[in-house]
């Protein structure tokens, strides 16, 4: 069974950063793309970026240029590198995994991921 686990969430000052860590088990990683979504209270699951089995990234406008996905494959592990972080990026972050190629009309798409972790709360404060 497929096992996702996020760490690394907290609290801080616009500016800030913090990195994410989701770790894998239950199964081959490196046969998975990989996605970081996050949700607000009220709004939609939003896909934030997506690392895929080859490697290639995608990433969300509002993140792009202060956001980076990575993946440290023997670790089973995809880290999300969030740097400038601002009062709109406060959010409960999600890991997945997907069994799909992922592209660039996909990676965004909740429906593609077929496992998620219970997520880690992401806040900034202004």
């Known amino acids: 069974q497929v096992q996702l686990v996020e760490s690394g969430g907290g609290s801080v000052q616009a500016g800030g950063s913090l990195r994410l860590s989701c770790t894998a088990s239950?199964?081959?990683?490196?046969?998975?793309?990989m996605g970081w979504f996050r949700q607000s209270p009220g709004k939609e699951r939003e896909g934030v970026a997506a690392?895929?089995?080859?490697?290639?990234?995608s990433y969300a406008d509002s993140v792009t240029g202060r956001f980076t996905i990575s993946q440290d494959n023997p670790e089973n592990t995809v880290y999300l590198q969030m740097n400038n972080l601002a009062p709109e990026d406060t959010a409960m972050y999600y890991c997945?995994?997907?069994?799909?190629?992922?592209?660039?009309?996909?990676?965004?798409?909740?429906?593609?991921?077929?496992?998620w972790g219970q997520g880690t709360q992401v806040t900034v404060s202004s």
């Open positions: 997945a995994a997907s069994l799909f190629v992922l592209s660039a009309d996909s990676w965004y798409s909740p429906e593609e991921y077929t496992s």
């Open positions: 239950g199964y081959t990683y490196s046969g998975y793309g």
């Open positions: 690392i895929d089995s080859d490697g290639t990234t």
